[in-house]
């Protein structure tokens, strides 16, 4: 088997799409040449006169050295993948975890592969190629938000190969680059929100079983899909043209809206099917407290486990109380009330909650997640037309709906579109979505069709949703459980964060020893072997949070925690060490910065063991009146 194939069957197995283009490549626009040192390969693009090496061995073995100061380094991003030298050697190093190359050039990536194995680099996943051409935001999310890697994303460096690439390819460098940089940002905030908030969703979540297992069940919901097609009707400033044709096609189609849409909805005389609830703040409850309970009374709710109390008992309607998929949410075992709700808006959640029930298309509209003229929001939005335009101050420009120039939004409305994003691209095998806001920002992946025309040729009427609530007897037995779980979970990180505050103890103590001699001029009496002892120590302690239980119960509050410091101990881990001394600064440093770490990781685990001890009271007051 010649290398080209050997490469193309390794590629196959990770990246086919790739594979199967460069099996329809050929080389048009390249001489090659090869001198008698198996490194002195060289490309001449011959429409530009322009070759990938002014000295291929010269630039290589410079390269290589200017590499050398990443070396501890797990992961490292590179745009163009030259004649493949480089890698290859570079690979060589077993430090390297992973090197992500870039190449915009598919007939530079065929003769490559034609002439260097680098089956071994691909197959390892070592090595990961990427046809630039085809690399959008879904990709790079997938890529950057991986759990291996993601707390070096702050050292992340796109590396120019070659002055050819940095000449030729400088618009899509910088493209690729603001790709990943938006795809970070959105990995940080998604895993670096306040612990605080975290605390409130697990507090509302074990609080609000009781009223979870004696509704309606999730995945009997599921089941219950009464038509072809779903509009999801969110709050944008387009909302309000769209109410004389969505009260036209209500018969036709299910409607889920977002909660904000429910008091505009009633005002126009249109019921919709669903109603998706999301937040965990009282101020949601608002939707509800200024709709009727006439008007809800036929619809079905399906609010996130984390809701507010208030906002609960403010819905007189059907409520479906389903988890978020939190770790500590699965911990419960609790699946015939299912997960929903991965993205950070309603309109993610009912999007979410369209595809999981099969519908074969759904339109969103009022999806404009951009300000209209001054305003924020649909007119008979409870909070304010402008409730957003008060509050922001860092706003930027995006892509418009129709791609018609750019249009004002902000950050979360930014990542609640990148989230939309992601998602029709995962769905698009099963379902289609047509974006008929007719304004706002543009939602890559959508087709975007006037609301008129999306909705011509539906013309079946809709069945009724008929869901049964959960018989006592069984409620009974699915809060129980839960209880055992919880209390379970209560000893078991009892046990956990003792381990954590001891250890916090013993690195406090050596960081007053280090004080201390520092301020006597002592340095040369640092115990190093106490060191190594408490730096295996840290090691060991920190593989608790590795442990699958560990996980499902602690992770969504630590999470804020160790994506924050795991960012910056990532600068430690990655310092190269020249001497002893280096050495030995190295380890100070690393420990040190621990100390902190430890303090802040045993008292969130507190605070959500007080949390849980009082729920725990609650459920089982909850349990004898069942």
């Keep these: 088997m010649d290398i ?6 390794a590629l196959s197995e990770l990246n ?10 050929s080389n048009k626009h390249y001489e090659i040449y090869q001198g008698d040192d198996p490194a002195n390969i060289n490309y001449i693009n011959t429409q530009f006169f322009k070759p990938l090496y002014d000295n291929p061995i010269q630039e290589i073995n410079k390269k290589i050295e200017e590499i050398n100061k990443y070396r501890e380094y797990p992961i490292l991003y590179f745009f163009g993948i030259g004649n493949g030298i480089f890698y290859k050697s570079i690979l060589a190093h077993k430090k390297f975890e992973k090197i992500v190359v870039y190449e915009s050039d598919i007939e530079i990536l065929f003769i490559t592969l034609s002439l260097i194995d680098l089956t071994q680099e691909i197959s390892s996943k070592r090595l990961e190629i990427i046809y630039s051409p085809d690399y959008q935001y879904v990709q790079a ?47 940080i905030i998604t895993h670096g929100n306040d612990a605080t908030d975290s605390l409130i969703g697990i507090k509302h979540s074990f609080h609000n079983i009781p009223e979870m297992v004696t509704n309606y069940k999730f995945k009997d919901l599921l089941k219950q899909k009464n038509s072809d097609v779903a509009i999801i009707i969110s709050t944008g400033p387009s909302l309000n043209k769209q109410l004389p044709l969505l009260k036209q096609i209500a018969p036709y189609a299910t409607l889920i809206s977002v909660d904000a849409s429910l008091p505009i909805l009633e005002k126009a005389g249109i019921k919709p099917d669903i109603v998706c609830v999301l937040e965990r703040v009282e101020l949601t409850s608002q939707f509800f407290v200024n709709t009727s309970d006439e008007f809800m009374k036929d619809i079905y709710f399906v609010i996130a486990s984390l809701a507010h109390e208030k906002t609960i008992n403010a819905i007189k309607g059907k409520k479906v109380i389903t988890m978020r998929p939190f770790p500590y949410n699965r911990y419960l075992a609790l699946e015939k009330f299912g997960y929903l709700g991965i993205g950070m808006s309603a309109a993610n959640m009912a999007y979410e909650l369209a595809y999981n029930m099969g519908f074969s298309t759904t339109i969103l509209i009022g999806q404009d997640l951009a300000y209209g003229d001054n305003v924020s929001h649909a007119k008979g939005h409870i909070l304010g037309e402008d409730e957003v335009v008060k509050k922001q101050t860092n706003d930027f420009y995006v892509e418009a709906y129709g791609g018609k120039g750019k ?10 579109r990148l989230t939309f994003e992601k998602d029709i691209f995962e769905a698009k095998k099963k379902m289609l979505t047509i974006n008929s806001t007719e304004g706002g920002a543009r939602i890559h992946g959508a087709l975007e069709i006037p609301f008129k025309e999306a909705i011509k040729n539906i013309n ?5 949703i008929s869901l049964k609530k959960t018989d006592s007897k069984n409620a009974k037995k699915y809060l129980k459980d839960a209880i055992e779980k919880i209390d379970s979970a209560i000893k078991y990180g009892s046990k956990q964060k003792k381990k954590f505050e001891d250890l916090f103890l013993e690195v406090a103590k050596m960081w007053d020893e ?23 120590k840290i090691d060991n302690v920190k593989e608790i949070i590795n442990k699958k239980k560990f996980q499902q119960l602690f992770l969504d509050i630590l999470q804020p925690i160790l994506v924050s410091a795991e960012l910056d101990l990532a600068k430690v881990i990655v310092q190269p060490v020249n001497n002893d001394i280096e050495k030995k600064a190295k380890i100070i440093d690393w420990i040190m910065k621990h100390k902190e770490w430890l303090f802040n990781v045993a008292g969130s685990i507190d605070t959500q063991l007080e949390i849980m001890k009082e729920e725990l009271k609650y459920l089982q007051k909850s349990l004898k009146k069942l």
């Design 514 to 536: 280090l004080v201390f001699l520092n301020k006597t001029n002592q340095l040369e009496k640092i115990d190093f072997n106490k060191l190594n002892d408490l730096s295996h």
């Design 141 to 187: 999310d997938a890529l950057l938000n991986n759990w291996d890697f993601k707390f070096f994303l702050k050292l992340y460096d796109l590396h120019i190969h070659s002055n050819f690439y940095s000449e030729l390819y400088q618009k899509e460098i910088l493209r690729i680059n603001h790709i990943n940089t938006e795809a970070i940002k959105q990995a």
């Design 4 to 9: 080209l194939n050997k490469n193309l069957k």
């Design 460 to 464: 079946t009427p809709k069945t009724s």
């Design 16 to 25: 086919p799409n790739l594979a199967n283009k460069l099996k329809n490549t």
């Design 407 to 416: 249009v004002r939004t902000f950050k979360f409305w930014n990542i609640f």
